[in-house]
């Protein structure tokens, strides 16, 4: 079982960055939460720090963890984490665009299948202001 790791940054006034997915063709155009594989060897942690820095240009602080696995494609897991940012100003690198979501624009993009109930989870932990 692969695992794949996922950033839920989260920014003053309870805003989420959500980034649109430039490649493979069947997932161009949708919505996730920014991340990656992680490499043989490395913590899951230490995986999403460096998927943030190459995916969107950013350190994150990574805290505390969103639900167990989460389902993925065949023979993957996705474990997430709610994070902060700790330097820089997200950039679109690998992606076809960033968007901070704010309360009540969370479900104003099309999430991916599989970040649409990571996205519900989250808006559960968020403090409403």
């Not at 820095?53 to 994150?60: L, S």
Request: proline share 7%.
């Amino acid at each position: 079982m692969r695992t794949v790791v996922a950033a839920v940054i989260v920014a003053p006034g309870g805003r989420v960055l959500a980034a649109q997915r430039a490649e493979p063709a069947a997932l161009a155009g949708g919505w996730e939460f920014p991340g990656g594989k992680v490499d043989p060897g490395e913590s899951d942690e230490a995986a999403l720090v460096r998927e943030c820095r190459e995916e969107i240009g950013v350190e994150v602080a990574v805290g505390r963890r969103v639900g167990a696995d989460w389902p993925l494609a065949e023979g993957y897991v996705m474990r997430v984490w709610l994070c902060s940012l700790a330097s820089g100003e997200p950039v679109a690198k690998e992606h076809l665009a960033l968007r901070w979501l704010g309360p009540g624009e969370y479900y104003d993009v099309a999430w991916l299948s599989a970040d649409l109930p990571i996205m519900r989870a989250v808006e559960n932990l968020l403090p409403e202001d």
